[in-house]
């Protein structure tokens, strides 16, 4: 499977943006997803996780509250819809798909556990 992330873009401070990441040569229904980011000069950080069915959402404690990830099997797509957007969430956000089922059963917060990546979607916010 091979994915596409888009979305970012250049928002205000207390604004709102929604990710999406599509899928395409294969299918997403049997993965769980994760959303990374990572801003200039750092580690590439977890933001957020879904099980392959939509039912369980894990968050990084910074986002909790204002961003919410989602998927659409049927359209073979994740979303992140973030909202009250603040400048330390500019990054380049990942989409990852956990194929091999590693951080399923480890650590969803490890990107090292994820075996599928997007190319990357930048968000910038502007103060």
């Known amino acids: 499977v091979q994915l596409q992330a888009s979305g970012g873009g250049l928002v205000q401070v207390g604004g709102s943006l929604r990710l999406s990441c599509a899928a395409s040569?294969?299918?997403?229904?049997?993965?769980?997803m994760a959303w990374f980011r990572q801003a200039p000069g750092k580690e590439r950080d977890f933001v957020a996780a879904?099980?392959?069915?939509?039912?369980?959402?894990y968050y990084e404690d910074s986002v909790k509250g204002r961003f919410t990830i989602s998927r659409d099997n049927a359209k073979n797509t994740l979303y992140l819809q973030m909202s009250s957007l603040k400048p330390e969430d500019t990054a380049v956000y990942y989409c990852?798909?956990?194929?091999?089922?590693?951080?399923?059963?480890?650590?969803?917060?490890?990107?090292?556990?994820?075996?599928?990546w997007g190319q990357g979607t930048q968000v910038t916010v502007s103060s």
């Open positions: 879904i099980n392959w069915s939509g039912v369980w959402t």
């Open positions: 040569e294969g299918t997403l229904s049997s993965y769980d």
């Open positions: 990852a798909a956990d194929g091999r089922e590693m951080a399923k059963y480890s650590d969803y917060r490890m990107a090292a556990l994820y075996d599928t």
